[in-house]
């Protein structure tokens, strides 16, 4: 069920993503985002392409399926073709997740927040940490004090295999109605009004001040944290 929210103290994760045109939010910034897709959804904006060299010295940069088509074909040689046919697999298999569960969403769910615009935020500080050693990466995890519309879902519910249709679209529908399933993983999708940060209790929080877009003005950090582990999903795709 969709929450409208004002100025309700939530936690947010911000990682270092080596596909996001936008930069990690560092004391002191002030930055528009979110205007169209997140970084998350705009990772799919990028093409994958996977080089291959000429014989007159110059790498060319294929298609991913055309160059695992090659590979199939004994046209090309590479060391790393297993790898690469996994990691092509993962980009289909989250895109065409991703583009399902906004149908879904819109047929059950229409006023929340879309995956594919949203900000991902957890009510707990530890909850927050459960998802910085989940997806993994270098981040910090913010305490924001957020105004807007709120939907909170099971990520658990979220299709990760190979799964019969009929069960993917049952269980975004679940996801979507706000059900959890008996080993749940809560996360809340967040949508309008942008919020600004300032120092209070040297943590962060934020302010709702948006008209078009989200705008984050970073005064402090609540937590610093290393790497933790590697991205479930590798480090050529987005995670969750």
Not at 30 to 44: G, K, V
Not at 50 to 77: F, N, S
Not at 90 to 98: C, G, V, Y
Not at 151 to 162: P, W, Y
Request: hydrophobic residues 40%.
């Amino acid at each position: 069920m969709v929450e409208k929210i004002e100025n309700k103290r939530l936690f947010h994760v911000t990682r270092e993503l080596p596909y996001s045109i936008h930069p990690t939010l560092s004391v002191g910034d002030t930055i528009s985002a979110f205007d169209e897709y997140n970084p998350f959804f705009a990772f799919y904006e990028r093409p994958r392409t996977y080089g291959v060299h000429l014989e007159d010295g110059t790498t060319r940069q294929v298609p991913a399926m055309h160059w695992i088509d090659c590979v199939a074909k004994g046209l090309v040689q590479s060391p790393n073709a297993l790898t690469a046919a996994q990691e092509t697999a993962k980009h289909f298999q989250m895109l065409s997740r991703e583009l399902l569960m906004e149908i879904i969403r819109l047929e059950e769910a229409s006023d929340a927040p879309s995956r594919q615009t949203c900000l991902w935020l957890a009510d707990s500080v530890e909850k927050a940490q459960y998802w910085h050693n989940r997806l993994g990466g270098t981040g910090r995890i913010l305490e924001v004090e957020a105004t807007g519309n709120m939907h909170t879902v099971d990520a658990s519910l979220l299709f990760a295999d190979a799964d019969a249709l009929s069960d993917i679209i049952r269980r975004a529908r679940l996801y979507w109605r706000g059900q959890a399933s008996a080993s749940p993983e809560m996360e809340i999708l967040f949508f309008r009004h942008g919020y600004r940060c300032r120092r209070r209790h040297a943590v962060m929080w934020f302010t709702a001040h948006m008209t078009a877009s989200w705008t984050f003005v970073l005064r402090s950090t609540l937590r610093d944290f290393c790497q933790v582990q590697r991205c479930d999903h590798g480090r050529q795709g987005p995670c969750l």
